[in-house]
């Protein structure tokens, strides 16, 4: 459920979006299968339609550059699970297993109502791939063990990282921003007063002082 809200809530098209779901080999088939289930609910159509989970994409345009990142993906070896379909801007929630380094979805952010997995072995391989993108704003780590999961949040290199919740997450006092291609600094909170303030120092001299020359 996380995944899917991270990865389709409001089509994709948000900066937090989960884009990349990294899932040890052991429990990938299953993890597809659950998220296929739950992918089949997430229709996307007009947004005054009742049976319309997901609405459109910004434009057109955006449903036909996100169609090319699909087709490249499937072109090199690629794997559609779920969705795909492009009607206009409307775009129905994707699933891609099987993709690859050499593939434009592996590096590139789909900015839509696109997810890929990435298979992987154990949590230093689970922790490699998820630090081999230019990108480095919001992550999160599942697990039931939390002290497992929060040791690898400290070495995931984002400048947010949830444990046990999804990646789309934003709280009005916690300092928003990322790390990498994703920005520079924080704002929210404290962290934006903090960034935009110059802090001085001004002394006032109350009576005698004694100067050691």
Known sequence: QAAAFGAYFNQGQICMSTERLIVDASIADAFIERLTTKIATLRAGDPGASDSVLGSLVDASAGQRIKGLIDDALAKGAKLVAGGQ????????????????????????????????????????????????????????????????????????????????????DEAQMPFGGVKSSGYGSFGGKASIEHFTQLRWVTLQNGPRHYPI
């Open 86 to 169: 492009l009607d206009g801007s409307i775009l129905q929630p994707t699933l891609l297993d099987g993709v690859t380094p050499d593939m434009r979805l592996y590096r590139e952010e789909s900015f839509g109502p696109v997810a890929v997995l990435l298979r992987g072995e154990g949590d230093e391989e689970l922790l490699r791939l998820a630090n081999d993108s230019e990108f480095g704003l919001s992550a999160a780590i599942f697990s039931h063990d939390t002290g497992r999961a929060l040791a690898l949040a400290q070495r995931v290199e984002s400048g947010i990282c949830h444990i046990n919740g999804p990646t789309v997450h």
